[in-house]
């Protein structure tokens, strides 16, 4: 099956600094790849997703990168705030029966 | 607004009982997923489905059961609770083809004493 990894564990970054989160996965016939945001006390939320005929996605401060040849992507996040604080969590699929997610990373924007 | 409802937040329970943890979609959603979450392990899948009555083990059924009676139910049971059964647990759906990712619940924390 499907093993994906995640990098860092945790992460802290100053406020308005850029924070990067990487993720490897092992089977070539994934082709889609979420990112959730998990604030303390919910469930996590699809913050951006990227599919494997595209090599960046961009949606205001985040963007996604996705290279298919080394089987990694990476979450983006620019100018950070506060209100970014919260565990992300990667994931890959082939559109099969379900997600393979990574372990997290707690990030902690500092004011 | 679309969403997973999962009826308790906060549960604590004794060893040996049978714990029930309950999950509903408006969705319209045929996959129903429940995960467990435990720091450093990230969310590690227990059972699924893609239809009623049908189910599916995940990477660490044991000790837990399921049931789909209805399409936007999805049931956890533990049959018998034990201490290493304290962890976070998430329910999820998503369409047939996942093309759009889960929509996960708020979660339920279970301690087990």
């Known amino acids: 099956g499907e093993n994906v990894e995640q990098h860092p564990s945790t992460l802290s970054v100053q406020e308005g600094d850029s924070a990067v989160i990487k993720c490897t996965y092992s089977d070539s016939a994934s082709n889609y790849f979420p990112w959730y945001k998990q604030e303390l006390g919910k469930g996590p939320q699809l913050i951006i997703d990227?599919?494997?005929?595209?090599g960046e996605k961009k949606d205001q401060r985040i963007a996604v990168t996705l290279n298919k040849t080394a089987k990694h992507f990476s979450l983006h996040i620019t100018e950070t705030q506060p209100e970014d604080s919260a565990v992300y969590f990667c994931a890959a699929s082939n559109f099969g029966n379900q997600f393979y997610f990574g372990t997290g990373t707690s990030l902690t924007v500092i004011p | 607004d679309v969403k997973v409802t999962q009826s308790s937040r906060y549960l604590v329970k004794r060893t040996g009982e049978k714990v029930f943890l309950e999950c509903v979609q408006d969705m319209d959603h045929e996959n129903m997923f429940w995960y467990r979450q435990d720091p450093g392990l990230g969310l590690r899948l227990i059972y699924f489905s893609y239809d009623v009555k049908m189910k599916e083990k995940g990477d660490i059924p044991e000790g837990y059961s399921v049931s789909r009676e209805k399409k936007e139910r999805f049931s956890l049971i533990l049959e018998s609770a034990s201490t290493n059964q304290t962890s976070m647990y998430l329910c999820?759906?998503?369409?047939?083809?996942?093309?759009?990712?889960?929509?996960f619940g708020s979660g339920t924390r279970l301690t087990v004493v």
């Open positions: 999820a759906s998503t369409p047939l083809s996942l093309e759009h990712g889960y929509t």
């Open positions: 990227i599919r494997s005929n595209v």
